[in-house]
């Protein structure tokens, strides 16, 4: 995967779930509905947010196959 | 209306006579967990399993045959969906089936394994599931004699159901693969393939949440 | 929600430092500085990272992924108050985590330390008939229906004290360093994860703390009942100092002497349930 | 209907706590194997106690789940014990073809004799087909050839006996009956021989 994709997955979730957690507050969402979409989406960000960091190494295309 | 305060709302149900398979928030989340195993195990390639010549430094990786790896996917896959049958019925014996079914797919995904210790360890393991078959068919029969239906709908929450069935349809699926009789399966796993391997462990572990959903709800 | 997530995986981890640093002054050693396992997170993550050519990369990709998932949706489970039976199933789920970590790679180590975790499938037992004689007690695995109970009847430590201990086991099995933990014992070297580096262990590092969190939360919302957030936090602190004295204590126990061990516990349990279950 | 059901139960646990004492005493791999099939049939007598519709729909599935496990069990067997390397000489070298077609191929003879005529004939080909099928089969054309003329000449002399003396009636149609039955089994049995061996 490009960096780049791995950049727009990691904030479009993101901005998905702050909005999630916003209009799970503000009641627009109802709560369940609220907890499952960020159950699926925040292994999606955790996992992007960690390939960006890592990526400062390896300029290439993360994570690319070792040995 | 099914809302058993132990496992959460009703979500959904499909009334077919009185067999009525239906969602509630335990079930729905079940099978979920199911589906994306099965997509695992259906688009993922096996790893090549690395082993060490003990007293030496050398180590190889082992290949799978091609051959080898459709056979244990479509065994996989068939397991996966033997397990969201289990998960998603709302027919005590149809469970009882299911549970068997777990247990044959099981042994076949690793029965194209050439290893010897594993194919003993199935065969060992298939053995006690074959038993396994009384209990859970006879806990089943005790139910429909007593209560004289099958559907854990019907039976929600009437606790009609003798405590002899309930711990027959434990055992049985005990003898199916989990937790105490599930030494003799720990040997199966040392075969190749870990998205396939991954499926006889998931399908088991599931088995044992769902019965015991079973076993506090009806 | 996310910021619960955030903030309940900073906590675990900041546990997980506390359980350290208790282990070593308990042996008398400085130890390391209770912020340790977040700084560890923080450098995992930007390590170098790849998946390993022998591995079998959805299954090694999507383990970590699903163990973030499993405990966030335990997490979520504590805020929307669902089912403790939900729960249990979410923490028997982990099982698959941990065996689908071990088996992904394909290295031998990893591998002993996967099949050690199904031969410990024992450890999810006690949590079974602790759930039972919660209903048994209670009537309701709502966890709703939980507290409410306890707000009337006061906590269920006192009444459902096997279950309290059986909870409190299956806390001590899935703890670091602690006399059951042979999944990931040193002479396989690091156990089931040994093949995960870089991100993935930076990301199941967080996710571990995570769970660490939710399963001392459940411990303390189940069995002592409502006291408002700032006590909760007490409560888990002092729990997570206890379960550190035992592991500094003990020593790791064999596969077998584990096996062995919760198993007695789930028999006793399972007895005392179908005692009350049958003449009380 | 409670009450049968207890009898049977009765009964049923009993035969269950046999098969289960058999499987703590037997330690052969094969023998334990075939054990399991007895367990699974008292699992499917459990549900039959029952008695009603609803039971005797559910012991289809189960005998095919059960029967599917041990075909299975069966196949792990022989991977295990590399039995499928050692492939079987003759096709059907099956243990039981070994013993069986004496047998059987006698009672159908027998009963094609009692048919007689070219029924019986067909019956008692039969027989021999399969007898000759399972036990072996050289081509012996010559012996075959000198029956079936034989019983042709019986036939021709039966017709030539009940044109001139048409008071034996009875014993020329008993020869020709028997004629065409050993005709008939003669040239039928020619099917079983035919195997195509190398010096034909």
């Known amino acids: 995967m490009k960096k780049r994709y791995v950049q727009l997955i990691a904030i479009i979730s993101g901005i998905l779930l702050i909005i999630l957690s916003g209009a799970g507050h503000q009641a627009i969402v109802s709560l369940p509905v609220a907890a499952v979409l960020s159950i699926i989406l925040a292994p999606v960000f955790l996992i992007s947010v960690g390939l960006l960091f890592s990526a400062e190494i390896t300029d290439g295309d993360i994570p690319f196959m070792g040995y | 209306m099914f809302d058993q305060n132990i496992e959460g709302a009703e979500l959904f149900a499909l009334p077919f006579g009185d067999i009525v398979p239906f969602f509630s928030v335990y079930t729905a989340t079940l099978a979920a967990f199911v589906v994306v195993f099965i997509l695992i195990s259906a688009f993922d390639r096996p790893e090549r399993q690395l082993n060490i010549v003990f007293g030496g430094d050398a180590y190889y990786a082992k290949e799978i045959k091609e051959s080898d790896t459709r056979f244990s996917r479509f065994m996989a896959i068939a397991c996966g969906c033997a397990t969201l049958g289990a998960v998603v019925t709302g027919d005590v014996f149809n ?24 194919l ?26 007593t209560t004289g239906t099958l559907s854990i709908w019907t039976l929600a929450g009437m606790g009609a159901v003798p405590l002899l069935a309930k711990a027959l ?33 998931f399908s088991s572990l599931l088995l044992f949440l769902r019965v015991t959903e079973i076993v506090l709800v009806i | 929600m996310i910021e619960y997530i955030i903030a309940a995986m900073f906590i675990g981890l900041l546990l997980h430092g506390i359980h350290r640093k208790v282990i070593a002054r308990i042996q008398g050693r400085p130890g390391p500085p209770i912020w340790q396992e977040l700084l560890h997170t923080l450098k995992f993550l930007a390590k170098e990272s790849w998946i390993p050519k022998t591995a079998s990369q959805g299954v ?15 997490l979520m489970l504590l805020i929307t108050q669902e089912s403790l039976l939900l729960l249990f199933a979410l923490y028997v789920l982990h099982k698959i985590v941990e065996h689908g970590i071990g088996l992904a790679s394909g290295s031998p180590y990893s591998k002993f330390g996967a099949i050690r975790s199904v031969v410990s499938a024992a450890s999810e037992l006690p949590l079974l008939s602790s759930v039972a004689l919660i209903y048994l007690i209670t009537g309701s695995l709502m966890l709703r229906d939980i507290e409410t109970y306890q707000a009337i009847n006061g906590p269920l430590l006192f009444v459902a004290f096997p279950a309290a201990i059986a909870l409190y086991m299956v806390i001590l099995s899935k703890i670091h360093y602690g006399p059951f933990s042979i999944v990931e014992a040193k002479e396989i070297v690091s156990g089931y994860w040994t093949e995960h580096f870089g991100v993935w262990r930076g990301l199941m ?57 919760q198993t007695i516990t789930t028999g006793l349990i399972a007895i005392y349930i179908i005692y009350l279950g049958v003449f009380a | 209907m409670i009450d049968t059901f207890h009898t049977g139960m009765i009964a049923a646990s ?38 009603t519709d609803l039971a005797e729909a559910l012991i289809l599935p189960g005998l095919v789940v059960t029967i599917s496990k041990l075909m299975a069990l069966a196949e792990i067997y022989l991977v295990k014990e590399g039995l499928q390397k050692n492939s079987p000489s003759r096709i059907l070298d099956i243990e039981v073809l070994q013993s069986a077609p004496a047998i059987l191929a006698s009672i159908l003879v027998i009963y094609g004799i009692i048919l007689s005529g070219f029924s019986g004939g067909a019956v008692a080909g039969l027989g021999v087909i399969f007898y000759l099928v399972c036990k072996g089969h050289q081509e012996r054309f010559e012996l075959i ?56």
Request: contains cysteine.
């Open chain 2, 95 to 118: 469970f009882t089936l299911f549970a068997v079914l777990v247990g044959i797919t099981n042994i076949a995904i690793v029965a194209s394994a050439g290893n010897r210790h594993v």
């Open chain 2, 120 to 145: 003993n360890a199935a065969f060992q393991y298939g053995i006690v599931a074959m038993i396994a078959t009384v209990p859970l068919f006879g806990s089943a029969a005790i139910i429909l004699a």
């Open chain 2, 169 to 201: 349809l434990i055992l049985g699926v005990m003898g199916e693969g989990i937790a105490p009789l599930y030494i003799g399966k720990a040997e199966i796993i040392r075969a190749q393939g870990a998205p396939f391997v991954l499926m006889i462990h």
């Open chain 3, 60 to 74: 090694y990709v999507a383990v970590v992924g699903i163990s973030i998932a499993i405990w966030t949706a335990a």
């Open chain 3, 205 to 261: 590092n967080a996710a571990f703390g995570l769970k660490t969190f939710v399963l001392l939360y459940t411990f303390v919302m189940v069995f002592i009942g409502p006291i408002g957030l700032p006590l909760t936090l007490l409560g888990i602190l002092i729990l997570m100092i206890s379960l550190s004295f035992v592991c500094a204590i003990t020593p790791m126990l064999s596969p077998y002497d584990t096996v062995t061990v």
């Open chain 4, 14 to 51: 009993l035969c269950i706590i046999i098969a289960f004492f058999s499987f703590l005493k037997e330690t052969d791999d094969l023998h334990r194997l075939l054990l399991t099939d007895l367990a699974s049939v008292m699992a499917l007598f459990l549900i039959a106690l029952v008695g």
């Open chain 4, 145 to 200: 050839e000198t029956v079936s003329g034989y019983a042709w000449v019986a036939w021709i002399a039966a017709f030539f006996i009940i044109l001139i003396f048409p008071s034996q009636w009875f014993l020329a149609v008993m020869i020709a009956g028997g004629a065409i039955l050993i005709k008939v089994t003669a040239k039928l049995s020619l099917i079983g021989t035919m195997r195509g061996e190398s010096d034909v």
